[in-house]
């Protein structure tokens, strides 16, 4: 029997299959590519899965295991202690249940950046313009439509809310635009990550901007973190993306200020129950829709799947993490930080 280190895949790979491969130079491989949630909970108590380290989770893996609950994180053998999560969103992973059994978590914040924030300003964009209604038309023979005149972005107050790596991926975009930032977030950044930005309250995002931008993690403290009472704060006319996650938004609130006029324009790229998508928002031709395409590249996706491995390795070879989720940040029995 090997005595390497026990790793497991969980879910698909798309883009790294050989790096992976190449781990068995030191690791013992399993992996857990298809199947079902039952199926994966009998391997963890049968003994399939005995002195597993740690993981590697896809993102998409949740169609194969279901989330990784309270009850399938109790399940997981006492020698595992690293998830590595391909994803910048981690919801689907209960981390309270994760940190109660000593298990770290990282994801991939770093690789997602740029391309989040591409889609970001896509999106930005195409709700300043309205561009909805054109872009059918014109596949419909009708020209260009019902068009209604759009904005510029110059001269605009753009509102970032969450100034992490994607918001300040964001706001150097969108500065090429023309365009004033102002952010909330959990605390006031350094000024050389500010970058001529304004830390404002919450409220003061909300009355003050033109462009609203939600880029920050869903958890329990910010689910439905925009809803009616927050947009009834918002400057009349407001645009809002989101790249982050739909459920930060309550959807139907949305929808009524969008049909009200509150809202001017929406560009969204994820959704309160995708795929699911509220009707009032498919219907809407001030609502410019993607699909859930943030990260859709195959730069984007191979870079984000590297370093899930790479931080894999950093678990097990090193008792580190490079990007360590912030729930268990300042935790005493967490892996020290390695650098990305």
Same mark, same amino acid.
């Given at each position: 029997?090997?005595?390497?280190?026990?790793?497991?895949?969980?879910?698909?790979?798309?883009?790294?299959?050989?790096?992976?491969?190449?781990?068995?130079?030191?690791?013992?491989?399993?992996?857990?590519?298809?199947?079902?949630?039952?199926?994966?909970?009998?391997? =963890?108590?049968?003994?399939?899965? +005995?002195?597993?380290?740690?993981?590697?989770?896809?993102?998409? @893996? *949740?169609?194969? %295991? &279901?989330?990784?609950?309270?009850?399938?994180?109790?399940?997981?053998?006492?020698?595992?202690?690293?998830?590595?999560?391909?994803?910048?969103?981690?919801?689907?992973?209960?981390?309270?249940? =994760?940190?109660?059994?000593?298990? +770290?978590?990282?994801?991939?914040?770093?690789?997602?950046?740029? @391309? *989040?924030?591409? %889609? &970001?300003?896509?999106?930005?964009?195409?709700?300043?313009?309205?561009?909805?209604?054109?872009?059918?038309?014109?596949?419909?023979?009708?020209?260009?439509?019902?068009?209604?005149?759009?904005?510029?972005?110059?001269?605009?107050?753009?509102?970032?809310?969450?100034?992490?790596?994607?918001?300040?991926?964001m706001a150097n975009r969108a500065r090429s635009f023309g365009m004033e930032i102002i952010y909330h977030n959990r605390r006031k950044l350094e000024p050389s990550l500010e970058k001529g930005a304004r830390y404002v309250s919450f409220d003061e995002l909300l009355a003050q901007s033109d462009v609203l931008s939600l880029n920050l993690a869903l958890n329990a403290s910010t689910r439905h973190i925009v809803s009616a009472a927050e947009l009834a704060k918002t400057k009349k006319g407001v645009v809002?993306?989101?790249?982050?996650?739909?459920?930060?938004?309550?959807?139907?609130?949305?929808?009524?200020?969008?049909?009200?006029?509150?809202?001017?324009?929406?560009?969204?790229?994820?959704?309160?129950?995708?795929?699911?998508?509220?009707?009032?928002?498919?219907?809407?031709?001030?609502?410019?829709?993607?699909?859930?395409?943030?990260?859709?590249?195959?730069?984007?996706?191979?870079?984000?799947?590297?370093?899930?491995?790479?931080?894999?390795?950093?678990?097990?070879?090193?008792?580190?993490?490079?990007?360590?989720?912030?729930?268990?940040?300042?935790?005493?029995?967490?892996?020290?930080?390695?650098?990305?």
């Amino acid at each position: 029997m090997s005595s390497s280190p026990k790793v497991l895949l969980i879910g698909d790979l798309a883009h790294s299959n050989q790096e992976w491969e190449s781990l068995s130079s030191k690791y013992a491989l399993l992996e857990f590519r298809k199947g079902t949630r039952a199926e994966f909970l009998e391997h =963890c108590r049968n003994g399939t899965y +005995a002195g597993v380290r740690g993981c590697y989770r896809s993102n998409q @893996s *949740t169609t194969v %295991t &279901g989330p990784f609950d309270k009850e399938l994180v109790a399940a997981l053998p006492g020698s595992w202690k690293f998830i590595a999560h391909n994803g910048a969103g981690y919801d689907n992973i209960d981390v309270a249940a =994760c940190s109660a059994r000593k298990i +770290a978590v990282s994801s991939t914040p770093v690789a997602v950046d740029d @391309s *989040t924030a591409d %889609t &970001g300003i896509f999106l930005l964009l195409g709700a300043m313009r309205q561009a909805h209604e054109p872009l059918v038309a014109l596949r419909q023979g009708r020209w260009k439509g019902k068009m209604r005149l759009g904005h510029d972005p110059r001269g605009k107050t753009l509102g970032i809310l969450g100034m992490g790596g994607i918001g300040r991926a964001m706001a150097n975009r969108a500065r090429s635009f023309g365009m004033e930032i102002i952010y909330h977030n959990r605390r006031k950044l350094e000024p050389s990550l500010e970058k001529g930005a304004r830390y404002v309250s919450f409220d003061e995002l909300l009355a003050q901007s033109d462009v609203l931008s939600l880029n920050l993690a869903l958890n329990a403290s910010t689910r439905h973190i925009v809803s009616a009472a927050e947009l009834a704060k918002t400057k009349k006319g407001v645009v809002i993306v989101n790249t982050a996650r739909g459920a930060l938004i309550n959807e139907a609130d949305l929808v009524t200020a969008l049909e009200s006029g509150q809202v001017s324009a929406v560009g969204l790229d994820v959704f309160e129950n995708e795929p699911e998508i509220h009707p009032g928002l498919v219907r809407n031709d001030r609502a410019f829709l993607l699909p859930h395409l943030g990260t859709s590249t195959y730069e984007t996706q191979r870079d984000m799947e590297l370093l899930v491995l790479k931080n894999l390795q950093a678990a097990v070879d090193e008792g580190k993490m490079l990007t360590l989720v912030i729930e268990q940040k300042g935790l005493d029995w967490v892996p020290e930080e390695a650098d990305v």
